[in-house]
């Protein structure tokens, strides 16, 4: 007896088209919620939980600050350092400022000396009288050394009223010598004549450097004359009102003393 045919196979040995009759019932279709039969079907409402989050221990990661904080805080710490400078150089160049005609220095700022007192003891060395002027300034420097050539120079410096500078010098020397000993290096040029206080003052000046005035004063008590010189920033009126002052001073005798 022959056996019949098998899945897909014709009587005449062919393969046939049409489907296995057993094989659908041999398969397992799975139900619509993806199982196999004979599971539990899930309701359609039922929805899968998601897992939950677990809390972060620990210290939360370093974030980038904004650029808008960070450009704050460079401008507050770049204030920080510059304040501090800049109060430094407005102390610094407070006690000085820009004048056409020479520097400028604060009245009140830097060192004060008692001129009277100072010229009354080289007055006990001294021999040619001395005169202090009595002018409404700070006197703010005295010296005395000797001039090239032979003589002694006393100088007293002043600072005035608007923070101009003038010195005053007195001498026994002759004009050129003292001439040469307070200009240095540089040779000062002849300008003219300029009358003050009764005097002619030759006036000198080196170029692109302060005037030089120089007059010659009889001496009280001396055969020998005296010179006055008077140089510095300040202007034709301060120079007139040091010169008066210097003329209409009181000298004081000389001591005689040893140069």
């Keep these: 007896m022959c056996a019949p045919p098998g899945p897909g196979l014709r009587d005449d040995g062919g393969v046939s088209s049409e489907p296995d009759p057993r094989a659908s ?18 309701e359609p409402s039922e929805q899968v939980a998601a897992p ?14 904004a650029r808008t904080e960070t450009r704050m805080k460079d401008m507050l710490g770049a204030l920080l350092i510059l304040i501090p ?14 004048a056409p005609t020479g520097p400028q220095i604060d009245p009140n700022a830097g060192p004060t000396v008692d ?3 100072r010229l009354a003891e080289y007055a006990r060395i001294s021999t040619f009288p001395l005169r202090v002027p009595a002018v409404p300034w700070r006197a703010n420097s005295t010296d005395r050394g000797p001039v090239e050539g032979g003589g002694t120079a006393v100088r007293i410096g002043y600072v005035t009223g608007d923070g101009r500078y003038l010195r005053l010098v007195q001498s026994d020397a002759g004009e050129e010598n003292l001439l040469r ?14 009358p003050a206080a009764g005097l002619s003052w030759v006036t000198y000046r080196a170029q692109g450097g302060e005037p030089f005035r120089i007059a010659t004063v009889p001496n009280p008590g001396s ?23 210097t003329l209409r001073a009181r000298p004081i005798p000389p001591g005689n003393g040893a140069n």
């Excluded at 398969?27 to 899930?42: K, N, W």
């Design 115 to 117: 001129a009277p007192a």
């Design 85 to 98: 400078i800049v109060l430094l150089l407005v102390g610094v160049t407070r006690s000085c400022s820009f």
């Design 52 to 65: 939950r989050q677990r809390p972060r221990i620990g210290p939360r990661p370093l974030q980038k600050p």
């Design 223 to 245: 055969p020998a004359p005296g010179r006055l010189r008077i140089t510095g920033s300040g202007n034709d009126d301060e120079f007139r009102t040091l010169a008066e002052a």
């Design 181 to 194: 000993t307070e200009a240095g290096s540089t040779v000062p040029t002849g300008e003219g004549v300029t």
């Design 25 to 42: 019932t041999e398969s397992v279709e799975p139900s619509e919620s993806g199982e196999a039969d004979g599971a539990t079907p899930r």
